[in-house]
């Protein structure tokens, strides 16, 4: 077992990291006992502390990412700041409390405190986000978004037992702007440390981080049977409650090859190891269905590790990337050995948790269509309004010319072993004038679709009654009604 | 000052505080029982062995290939146990079972040198099991005449004559669910072999006194021979009240036998299958009302599915009973409980222990029948709200009945509801797929442990040399401030400011023979304790300062950290001062204090007397729109009225109340409870395990306005500075949230149309009772339009 070097807190340290230690449980080994685990699947954010982030090539961006999920090894080289940290960075006063822990503090924020040193670094990530702008432009501030700028999707994966939330909004829409002289402010003027390639190996498992794509696919050709993680949101889930132990873990994360954001010719590109968070702020609304699906998905915590190669190379029957994606009429780059090829999402999926991704192929990229279809919205159907998963999760992407629906793409998600194009319901509205008969018969259709199951989510009768109301709504909401415009 | 309830000058209790630990939890620096681990060389760790069966015998038991794994020291078995081999107060509930009586229930445990080799030797011991035939749900246990524990029987006056003589009759059953705590700190406990034999715990734990006792017991040691201590929880909510134990003398067990220290921290999914829960119930309820809407009578038979021990249930089924009322006056009631036996976790305390509810069954019962009985639901519960004079069904006369009334009328005020209501019917009017509800609903809940012999308490005081205090008591932390409020009593009781006043960890060997932290009773009892034992210290300080001062110590003050007489100031000594002087006129500068309610009695087989010292009032009114395509809903507006007596600290009140009613909210519509019940081979698995698949409440389920009022003038006399417990009765406050989320979907369809509602009120409920509305409408208007073509 190799040791691993972070500087946590200000501080360089310097020892084993197991390829199945969380980078949770190797802080908490360290003596910072202030990240706490709560559930250990990112789902409720006790253990989040900051990560410095690249943020275009020469700053450095404080992200507060869920602990318990990635590797250790994978901050080798890398810098951290946890609760403990945060108030005596860089050099304060040992008693000097962090204006985010100062508002915590004082508007009884915390009551058991084992959820706070969580709040606390997913608030003070969002307190030093450069955008956060105060008022935010004229007028109301948005939904979810305090007179600060503070959004509060920030802390949607973080939860609180205890004090019901209100104070600790509060406090968030009370934070001021970083001080001129605030260590970690100062610190985003320059770039993070470069990740480097690391190592790792113990208990009959290895961690690799290669150095270029080439070292990745000439490991992955050896070895086909290799994870390939970047956040390792879904990896870290696996190995802390279903105890997988996989025999060599790739890290992606750090690959120039795999973290382009381009438009190419009709198409726009995105990066496989892109992680969520960036491909939002790299878009910044140039994919509007795109942009519907980003808050929806998982918790900031989560974006801010989850990649949409990741999303898609579990092939999971209720990611909700896919969805959106199969509306996009999306297609993947996969790369090995052998060179690239261009393979439709819709043709991807070939069943449960399956693909026709080959031994030695990555997911390098997702390429998006242009020009888009004007016409989309993104329903997902869930218990939690916030960060939860899909019962079921519908997405439509239409072209409407001369008052028919010309074409259109719906993606669905959580209704079958894959996700899946409604095909019969593209076909029930394609081509028509969007009436309230034609509505009906499309939304018909689309109970027809997948093949429902009943589970702890949602029955299968409901699932099939959504499917049925997210056409409604489609048609009522986002096409014209040709009567009422008569 | 001889009064409990009267308040001296600058008291520093009523001040707004932050938590005492709020410096500590919001720089991670707050220590929780599984932090300790890395200061515990050579610790080891323990790994149950969960059965994959809801019911069966263990036949075979081979520990012998987890020994074979390296890192694994040993595992611990029923052969292994000194001295009794249970983990709770019935010797109902085998701590290493030989009939596994749940999904998941452990069978006996593996220490190693790390996790990981504890859960690689978990893994390697070789289990048989003779599977048996398992009841899971309710429906199952009642059929099959399953039931365990007393059956008592709530009455007063005629209840099938009134349910006759009643002009409206309704009738129903309503089966809800129970709620996992889901504290974010799940159970903890490190032991270790001290000096000399004697076995110290740290366990997150409500109750240390029960935790010692049951470790003690299996241990087969005495209570002097094993202490427990409790540095803080993170969360407790009564999951922590009775469920630590075992847990905690496996820890020990541990220790004892291999000489280590042990740590035993469940990981998410062990704590949720394993542990208990709140109780789901079922009811069957016959009621009658006059036709002004007044409740004339009620019968039911309620059903509370325990798990597979008795636990906590009987009390919590007494609880429920208690509160089936809720606030409305029933002349003539019989209500049976009884608690169903079931392969389950083991259903335990969870903050409002069976008041919930019970209090839930009559409020479904009045928001049921309220569209029938062609009256508004907030002015048919109006009506029936409670009046000086009367009692409950169990012969309590209800004290301060007035409050809820006038707590009622306030709220209206404040909430502006019936502009509000208005506004309500314009917006329903106008938005074919979107509907808005509004409700309000009321609470009463009694405050103290039904069994009278737990309302005691104890605290040990001690004044330093220095001046400087340091507090024990017997109530622990678990964030809702208790330590806070016990700071603040003894600042006050000794005239000094906060910052003079430490508190210790709680340890059974400073207090012995504690209560559990729970019932909300943490500051009545402990306060009273605490504020018993300064009161002692400071009647002989001013002995001593009297004799300074040369005046009678009845006429010494204790105000600032400054000690001075009646009247006049030119004579003022420091608090330090004064105690010092004591030191050398040899006054001792400790006191053990002590608490014990008055006025209490309680037949438990009558389910007749006076169980509680007083009733916490309050109401709320909440504001939800819900979506026709899908169900989902967002919560709009709160507003509530809360009585906490004179509060000794607005923040942590506040933070109750709020914290409760989203919990609370959480219980009724989003967190939802689901097993196998196939007869698959998983039957009986819960398959809502994790934090993914059962969701709390998270931001998206704060309403977006929330405006809580501590109702005012509110001295509660006979109680520590006459304030009033507030852990438990405000998560009742969300009853209101349920009964909008029901206003909203009926306004899916044609008026009146009476509207059940599933529990938990989740999309997919809310969407199948909307359609339901949608439906009927649909129905009407069809038969107006065939009617329309007859005529």
Redesign the interface.
């Known amino acids: 077992m190799e040791p691993i070097d972070v500087t946590v807190n200000g501080l360089a340290r310097r020892s084993a990291a197991g390829p199945?230690t969380s980078l949770l449980d190797w802080l908490?080994?360290e003596?910072?006992?202030?990240?706490?685990?709560?559930?250990?699947?990112g789902?409720?954010g006790?253990c989040a502390v900051l990560v410095a982030r690249p943020d275009g090539p020469d700053r450095t961006r404080w992200t507060a990412v869920n602990s318990c999920l990635p590797p250790a090894p994978a901050f080798d080289g890398g810098e951290i700041v946890?609760?403990?940290g945060?108030?005596t960075a860089a050099g304060a006063a040992a008693e000097e409390?962090h204006p985010?822990?100062?508002e915590?503090?004082?508007r009884?924020?915390?009551?058991?405190?084992?959820?706070?040193?969580g709040f606390?670094c997913a608030m003070a990530a969002e307190y030093y986000r450069p955008e956060r702008r105060a008022g935010g432009g004229a007028g109301e501030p948005e939904p979810?978004h305090g007179p600060n700028g503070f959004d509060?999707h920030a802390?949607?994966g973080?939860?609180?037992?205890?004090?019901?939330?209100?104070?600790i909004?509060d406090a968030a829409y009370a934070l001021g702007d970083p001080a001129a002289d605030d260590p970690l402010a100062a610190r985003s003027a320059a770039a993070p440390p470069a990740a480097r390639p690391t190592h790792s190996a113990a208990?009959g498992s290895e961690f690799l981080r290669p150095a270029t794509l080439g070292e990745l696919l000439d490991r992955l050709e050896q070895q086909p049977d290799a994870l390939l993680i970047a956040g390792g949101t879904d990896l870290g889930?696996e190995r802390?409650?279903r105890?997988s132990r996989p025999p060599l873990i790739l890290g992606v994360d750090r690959l120039d090859e795999l973290r382009g954001l381009h438009e190419g010719a009709g198409f726009v590109e995105i990066g496989a190891a892109l992680t969520l968070s960036e491909i939002e702020r790299g878009l910044d609304g140039r994919i509007p269905l795109l942009g519907r699906l980003f808050p929806q998905f998982a918790s900031r915590l989560i974006r801010n590790s989850a990649t949409l190669g990741g999303n898609l190379g579990t092939a999971s029957p209720i990611g909700d990337a896919a969805p959106v994606l199969l509306a996009l009429d999306a297609t993947l780059v996969l790369a090995s050995k052998r060179g690239e090829r261009e393979v439709a999402l819709a043709d991807y999926f070939t069943g449960y948790r399956r693909s026709v991704r080959e031994p030695g192929e990555i997911i390098r990229a997702v390429r998006i269509p242009l020009p888009l279809a004007a016409r989309t919205a993104f329903?997902k159907?869930?218990?939690?309004?916030?960060?939860?998963?899909s019962?079921v999760a519908v997405a439509f992407a239409a072209r409407y010319d001369g008052g028919l629906v010309t074409d259109v793409r719906i993606g669905l998600g959580g209704v079958a072993a894959t996700p899946i194009r409604a095909r019969s319901a593209e076909e029930a509205l394609a081509g028509k004038e969007p009436t309230r008969e034609a509505a009906a018969a499309a939304a018909a259709a689309m109970a027809g679709e997948g093949t429902p199951l009943d589970?702890?989510?949602?029955?299968a009768r409901?699932r099939t009654?959504?499917l049925e109301?997210?056409m409604?709504?489609f048609c009522?909401e986002s096409l014209p009604d040709p009567e009422a415009a008569r | 000052m001889k009064s409990l309830a009267e308040r001296p000058v600058n008291p520093t209790v009523g001040l707004t505080v932050p938590h005492e630990s709020a410096a500590l939890h919001v720089t991670g620096t707050a220590l929780y029982t599984d932090d300790l681990v890395g200061r515990m060389p050579g610790c080891l760790h323990a790994w149950p062995v969960q059965a994959p069966h809801a019911h069966a015998r263990v036949t075979a038991l081979r520990t012998e290939p987890a020994l074979a794994v390296p890192g694994v020291v040993r595992v611990l078995t029923a052969a292994d146990v000194p001295g009794t081999n249970d983990a709770g107060t019935k010797e109902d509930e085998p701590l290493f079972p030989a009939e596994v009586m749940y999904y998941g229930h452990a069978v006996c445990w593996v220490l190693g040198e790390t996790p990981e080799a504890a859960r690689l030797g978990a893994a390697a011991v070789e289990a048989e099991y003779e599977v048996l035939p398992s009841l899971l749900t309710l429906t199952e246990a009642i059929e099959a005449g399953s039931f365990q524990g007393h059956q008592p029987t709530l009455s007063r006056g005629e209840a099938a004559a009134a349910l006759e003589a009643a002009p409206r009759r309704f009738a129903g059953t309503f089966e809800f669910g129970g709620q996992e705590h889901f504290y974010l700190e799940t159970h903890a406990s490190l032991a270790y072999v001290d000096e000399a034999g004697q076995v110290f715990i740290h366990a997150s734990t409500q109750h240390p006194s029960e935790t010692q006792e049951i470790a003690a017991h299996v241990l087969g040691r005495s209570s002097s021979e094993v202490t427990v201590q409790c540095l803080r929880m993170g969360g407790g909510f009564g999951g922590k009240e009775m469920q630590p134990h075992g847990l905690a003398a496996v820890a020990a067990l541990g220790a004892v036998l291999t000489g280590r220290p042990v740590r035993l921290r469940l990981n998410r999914t062990q704590d949720m299958t394993m542990t208990g829960k709140r109780h789901p119930f079922h009811a069957e309820w016959e009621a009658g009302f006059d036709d002004e809407g007044r409740l004339r009578g009620l019968r039911a038979t309620i059903t509370s599915d325990g798990g597979w021990c008795l636990d906590l249930s009987e009390p919590v089924l007494a609880r429920a009973l208690c509160h089936i009322d809720n606030s409305y006056f029933i002349p003539d009631i019989e209500v049976r409980g009884r608690i169903a036996k079931t392969n389950k976790t083991s259903q335990t305390a969870f903050r409002g222990f069976g008041g919930p509810q019970g209090m839930l069954i009559i409020e479904d019962i009045l928001g049921r029948c309220a569209p029938a009985l062609g009256i508004d639901p907030t002015e048919l519960r109006r009506r029936n709200l409670y009046v000086p004079g009367q009692s409950t069904p169990y012969g309590q006369p209800v004290r301060h009945a007035e409050r809820l009334l006038d707590i009622w009328t306030r709220l209206s005020g404040l909430a502006d509801l019936e502009n509000r209501a208005a506004a309500v019917v314009r917006f329903n009017k106008v938005h074919e797929h979107t509907k808005r509800g509004l409700a309000m609903t009321p609470v009463k809940f009694g405050i103290s442990f039904n069994l009278t012999a737990f309302n005691q308490a104890g605290a040990l005081v001690h004044v330093y040399k220095d001046g400087s205090v340091l507090i024990n008591h017997g109530g622990t932390e678990m964030g809702q401030g208790l330590h806070t409020k016990m700071r603040q009593v003894a600042a006050t009781a000794l005239g000094i400011p906060l910052r003079g006043v430490r508190l210790a960890p709680t340890r059974t060997d400073k207090v012995p023979n504690t209560s559990a932290t729970a019932a909300s009773s943490g500051a009545d009892l402990n306060g009273g304790a605490v504020k018993n034992a300064c009161d002692q210290i400071r009647d002989r300080l001013a002995e001593v300062a009297a004799r300074r001062f040369n005046i009678h110590p009845d006429d010494v003050r204790f105000v600032d950290g400054r000690v001075t007489g009646i009247g006049f100031h030119d004579q003022d000594l420091a608090f330090a001062e004064v105690v010092n002087d004591a030191y050398f006129q040899r006054i001792p500068l400790f006191a053990a204090g002590y608490y014990r309610t008055e006025g209490l009695h309680w037949d438990a087989a009558r389910m007749q007397g006076e169980p509680f010292k007083y009733f916490s009032y309050g109401a709320a009114v909440s504001e939800v729109e819900v979506d026709g395509f899908t169900g989902a809903y967002r919560f709009l507006r709160t507003d509530i009225v809360h009585d906490v007596g004179d509060s000794l600290s607005p923040l942590v009140d506040l933070g109750q109340i709020e914290g409760a009613f989203v919990q609370g909210s959480g219980w009724l519509t989003l967190e939802e409870l689901r097993w196998d019940t196939s007869d698959g081979p998983d039957r009986g698995r819960l398959a809502t395990q994790a934090a993914s698949t059962y969701k709390l409440p998270s931001f998206s389920e704060m309403p977006d306005v929330l405006n809580v009022h501590l109702y005012e003038r509110a001295t509660e006399s006979g109680v520590v500075y006459g304030s009033k417990a507030v852990g438990e009765p405000p998560l009742m406050l969300a009853f209101s949230v349920r009964e909008a989320l029901r206003a909203a979907a009926a306004a899916f369809g044609p008026p009146d149309r009476p509207l059940e509602l599933a529990s938990p009120a989740t999309p997919e409920a809310v969407f199948w009772a909307l359609q339901g509305a949608r439906d009927a409408l649909k129905e009407t208007a069809e038969d107006a339009a065939a009617g329309a073509r007859r005529r």
């Open positions: 199945n908490r080994g003596g910072l006992t202030g990240a706490k685990e709560g559930c250990a699947e789902e409720c006790a946890t609760s403990e945060l108030g409390l985010v822990q100062r915590m503090a004082d009884g924020g915390s009551q058991c405190g084992y959820c706070t040193p606390v979810h509060l802390l949607s973080n939860l609180c037992r205890c004090t019901g939330y209100r104070p909004r208990g889930v802390n409650l105890h329903h159907v869930s218990k939690r309004r916030f960060d939860d998963i019962s589970d702890h989510r949602a029955s409901y009654a959504m109301q997210a409604l709504r009522a």
